[in-house]
């Protein structure tokens, strides 16, 4: 019997600092073969391993359309964060997954795509974002609003200011507060950038959305302010998890387990749960 | 399904020769309580059904287990080798305990731990007449179709014994003369009168087709602080109960040679950790909210997942919590809208 608890060696190859607090690693499986051929979908999480500090899932930030390497962009919280940021480039650690739904990719084939997204949100969402650039045939238009509190805080700044200038891809940037006065971008909430968008189809839209959950409450009005189906919108839903395989019981929320039938849910998911209403 | 008699004087004998062929395990007493457990001498071996205070769980999700060494290097599987077990005296509403646990630990990803013990485990079920707090008929837990290998009814002076599996069949093989095959109308007759009387037995019914919705319309019901303001958030309810299978894990640091052992162990949402993130941030602060976590489990979710409750009606609930927070009390609430303290099973009748 094969066990999914197993971890699996891996190496961290890359690992540099995004944020005062938010690191950006590449890790390879140690294993050539598993490294290639290795499947995920954009959304999905992996849980990390580290001997005598235990485990913890975080999302995977690459695209499966560039294998090889996996991406991850982590923010120093806790006992097992705070464990890997001690770690150096070419150190072990295990690995296993992926879990979760992850984003239903086929159904979003042909759609106009909304990535959403506030502070960390950008770590699962740039998965989806670089899908989506890679396979630009597949999606109708696309939009990548993010906001950041302060121009230091944006994740990714030199990849996403790139977008800018592509004219496959309409990337608004914003942050709450400029104390640069240098920002070139916009400023305000996410939920303000909603007034620069025109000639919107609801209908044949995907929003996707992951922030903090300040950011929700207003982005959700817009969407929906939009006329954009509530199935047809998606978020992130973050718990605490132990295994990721859906047996601990820790990440539930009423009869779903976050870990397994999640963690990327649509709004009217989220509406059904009486405990997050 | 095939059916024997075994004479009641002739049980020690059959249990005997089972004990040769594995570790004989079932109920035996410790201080004031039973307890599952192995079997050395089979003069402490309770023949009668009885409920013990741990559930069957414990054989297949052992309280605390390693789950990895890790040395240095690569982490190795847990190998111990487990021993054939052969449990006897396990009441069918158990049974259905781990005919939960099968789908639970099986879907979508095999838990290798609970199945490796269920693959060296021979169960012989014993029927049983309810006790005070037994409430499997409500549950449709007091009658077993399978999970089981050897299922033994007790009726005036012999069992009747039902196979259920090849397994099961081998432990008759071990003794085939112990056993007569030749059930006769008059057996079929005292069959029946134990079923009618056992049915009658029953000093609660809980209609739980009807609290899922219940359990919706009661979602903001002040009912819920109520029993918060009593909950002492011991998390005995989740240890008793045979369906509850949440556990946490830990890795411990052998200080001698900087190995680790990840081991998993019990964990219940009734603690107040059992929701907390990295950061800080706790999903559950309020006890309210994992009483209700609890019971939308059991009662609620579980439901629509598979079709029933994930409660057995074992009563344990019933006897373990010290404030009276049950199935029962919880089930009357959702109920009348209210929380009803004289209708609780006092402590002297536990």
Redesign the interface.
Known sequence: MSNPFSPEPARIVRKYKLTKDVKFFQIRFIDKERALSFEYRPGQFMMFSIPGTGEAPFSISSTPSRPGLLEFCIRKTGRLTEALFRLKENDEIGIRGPYGNGFPIIKMNGYHLFIIMGGLGAAPLRSLLLYTLDNRELFGRLHLLYGAKRPKDMLFKTEFFEFIEREDIECLLTVDKDDTGKWPCYKGFVNSLFQRIEDIKPDNTYACVCGPPVMYESVLNELVKLNIPKHQILMTLERRMKCGIGKCGHCAIEDIYTCIDGPIFTYWDVLHMKELI | MRTLKLKKEKLDTFLFKVSKHGELWGPRKKGEVYIYDKIDDIKDLIKEPVTTFLPIKKLFLPPRFQ??H?NGK??E?NTEIFQQRIVYGVPSCEIHSLLIFDR??G??????YY??RREQTTIIALSCLPRESCFCKSTNTHVIEEGFDLAMTDLNDFYLVWVGTSKGDDLIRLSPDLFDRNVTQEDIREFIEWRERRNNEFNQTIDFVAIPDLM?LN?NSPIWEEFAEKCLSCGACSMVCPTC???????E?ELSDGS?K?ERYW?S?MFKE??????GHN?REAKA?RL??WY??KL???T??YGKPSCIGCGRCIITCPVDINILSVVKALLTGKVDKNSLLTRKSK
């Open positions: 789950m990895f890790y690569t982490y599987e639970v630990f879907h979508t990803y095999k838990d290798p199945f490796k919706d979602y299978n949440c556990f946490d894990v830990i890795d640091i680790v990840r964990d949402c059992y929701s907390m993130v990295a950061g999903f909210e209700k976590l939308t489990h609620h979710s579980f629509g997942a």
